[in-house]
């Protein structure tokens, strides 16, 4: 085998001629020759021309190739049985890796399944009605299901990130997910592919509990668990706890049970808004063309001993309403798979580390209670000023809030609450605000056109991880303090995002799967 790379322009079709060509001359052969060939990553290089940059694989005729295969689901109707908390991306995953393994998932979701959970977001976006179990954060699918489903990840020392990405394809999600650099399924689309794992896992013998808030965790003589969810009780030998980011209170009851917990570090800023088209010309050095793919962008910095970095960006998106509690506003991004829209979002944050906050915030939950406080701060400022939309956010043009002046009026914005003319540079914690009054203009070194007043700012980007880490054992993946409790992904503290948490799903499943 032989790996190469092979150019084409964008907007022109690569063909299998080409391919083939390509192959032969790589491995030094003539075409009739070449046996395998396969496109195993696709990534736009916009440095001169504006290419994609093709990683190809080719075989001699002979030459084995394996092709990847997913491990088949078992029939589980009969087997024992694990309680997975949740079902979001590492709950889903968690899940259907018991199915390989021949146990049965018994998933445990506090919000709705996912059609339900589409009404009650439509509510908090039209109204500002935020149903506390089925929001932007909670319900089948997780917090990633409704924010462009972005499968990009620096996490491949956890595990095959292939496993992820070809089940993915199984359940309707697009080829072009595989090789892509940087993958994206699209908010319209991955609502069918959650609703086909659940399918999946329920014809095979695994069970899907909605409206099934979890209050209590017990751990009874046998050394089994039995777990209350609404007037429900659930028993089992083991418990896969992958509750997201959000599930403020599953710490609050580890805290009453004593069991371990600690303050983690996350990061806290805005969402930013531009035109599209400026990215696009950012991006693509003014060549943009319309054929061409919507243009995204990522950067960290370094500021006064913090990273400042981008989040979550949303090429062709819009920003929703993210608040999952009453007297909050929290905002996130969204794409559909054409990213077609007006605008593009991002948020840009700064890394929060324990005993950054004030000294007043105290203890494991330091960070949380600090990240509700400003949550809180940004709703109060709205309301005592006017805001019209009970989730209205606080928005500022970006050199405004670098200058320290309130803006005088305010670009269009996709999100649809609202945005309210506001001293951002003030709502925000001075160390959030002073670091990013540095970092945009340093940002437009490398992206010349960045730095400009047409682009808002808007508060509070604040759900970027959990703000608490469930301690666990390294080697078995189990709570310090609880054997057969398995936490897992962005709310036990081990994940970012959507890729990272299903294979840290996939983990812990691997893990309690001997019985």
């Not at 399918?199 to 209050?215: K, P, W």
Request: hydrophobic share 35%; glycine share 10%; net charge neutral.
């Amino acid at each position: 085998m032989k790996e190469f790379e092979i150019a084409q322009k964008i907007g022109k079709e690569l063909t299998e001629g080409q391919l083939q060509e390509a192959a032969a001359k790589a491995l030094g052969v003539k075409p009739g020759m070449v046996g395998h060939v396969e496109i195993v990553r696709r990534s736009i290089d916009a440095r001169q021309d504006i290419l994609y940059r093709y990683r190809v694989q080719a075989y001699r005729q002979g030459e084995k190739f394996e092709p990847y295969r997913l491990a088949p689901y078992q029939d589980v109707h009969n087997a024992p049985a694990v309680i997975v908390v949740g079902a979001g991306p590492a709950g889903m995953f968690a899940a259907l890796k018991l199915l390989q393994k021949g146990l049965r998932p018994i998933v445990l979701e506090r919000g709705k399944d996912v059609e339900r959970r589409k009404v009650d977001m439509a509510r908090l976006s039209t109204k500002g009605v935020i149903d506390p179990d089925s929001n932007y954060c909670y319900g089948e699918g997780g917090a990633g299901a409704f924010s462009d489903g972005k499968l990009f990840t620096r996490s491949s020392k956890r595990g095959d990130i292939r496993e992820v990405l070809h089940q993915l394809v199984a359940f309707g999600a697009h080829e072009d997910i595989l090789i892509d650099a940087h993958p994206h399924i699209g908010t319209d689309k991955l609502p069918e592919v959650v609703k086909n794992i659940r399918s999946c896992i329920q014809e095979h013998g695994g069970e899907y509990h909605f409206d099934a808030r979890v209050t209590d965790i017990e751990k009874i003589a046998d050394g089994s668990f039995r777990v209350s969810a609404g007037e429900n009780v659930f028993c089992a030998q083991k418990v896969i706890l992958a509750s997201g980011h959000s599930a403020r209170d599953i710490y609050e009851l580890f805290q009453r049970k004593g069991w371990a917990l600690e303050a983690k570090g996350f990061a806290l800023g805005v969402r930013v808004e531009h035109p599209q088209w400026q990215i696009n010309q950012i991006r693509y050095h003014g060549k943009y063309q319309p054929f061409m793919p919507t243009a995204e962008y990522s950067f960290v910095q370094q500021v006064d001993g913090r990273g400042v970095f981008s989040f979550c960006m949303c090429p062709g998106g819009i920003l929703v309403p993210s608040s999952t509690e009453d007297g909050t506003v929290v905002l996130n991004g969204m794409s559909n798979a054409a990213r077609n829209s007006k605008w593009a979002n991002a948020g840009v944050v700064v890394q929060i580390e324990p005993g950054d906050q004030p000294s007043t915030y105290e203890g494991p939950f330091a960070l949380m209670d600090f990240q509700r406080d400003v949550e809180r701060s940004m709703y109060r400022y709205v309301q005592e000023h006017g805001g019209t939309h009970p989730l209205m956010a606080p928005a500022q043009r970006m050199k405004d809030f670098c200058r320290g002046i309130v803006s005088k009026d305010l670009p269009k914005t996709s999100y649809h609450p609202g945005a309210l003319s506001s001293p951002l540079h003030e709502l925000l914690p001075e160390n959030v605000a002073g670091r990013l009054r540095k970092a945009f203009p340093q940002v437009d070194r490398s992206m010349h056109g960045y730095y400009t007043n047409d682009a808002l700012l808007l508060g509070v980007e604040s759900r970027t991880s959990s703000t608490i880490r469930l301690p666990r054992n390294p080697e078995t993946l189990e709570h310090v303090d609880v054997p057969g409790l398995y936490p897992c992904g962005e709310g036990a503290g081990y994940a970012g995002g959507i890729v990272s948490s299903a294979l840290d799903g996939i983990n812990c499943a691997d893990k309690c799967s001997n019985f």
